[in-house]
């Protein structure tokens, strides 16, 4: 059984991506797959994107971590869904799914899970696009 704060949210995102973007792609998932939003552990994201004002300025509004991880940390993690056209841009596969399951996989003893495959929104109106993906972690 899972215990509270056990999912982690992966975020691959283009520059100037807005909190209320975030905010709003995470609880569309959380309410298509029926997850708990007040389950959120954190965010997880690839170190390029540490200080993204949307992504700081989400986790400072609802009080969560923000971990980071190397593009070289986040290709030696297997994902069901890489996307070989960003390699040149970011340096890996996957950003969401990876970081992901790696900011999960911290804890020691602990089961991985990866809920949500990436899951990606385009905001044409206004502006920027962004790639979520949800771990979640077992206590063993």
Known sequence: MAYKKSLWVGIGCQQGISQ????SAIKKVFQEYQLVYNEIAGIATID???SEIGLVEFCDLENLPLKTFSSQ???N???PNPNHSIIKLVGTSSVAEASAILAASEIASAEITLLV???IFRFQDKGGALTLA???LYCI
């Open 20 to 23: 209320e973007l975030i905010k």
């Open 48 to 50: 390029k994107k540490a």
């Open 73 to 75: 940390f986040l290709n």
């Open 77 to 79: 993690v297997f994902v």
């Open 117 to 119: 495959p990436k899951q």
């Open 134 to 136: 949800v771990a979640q």
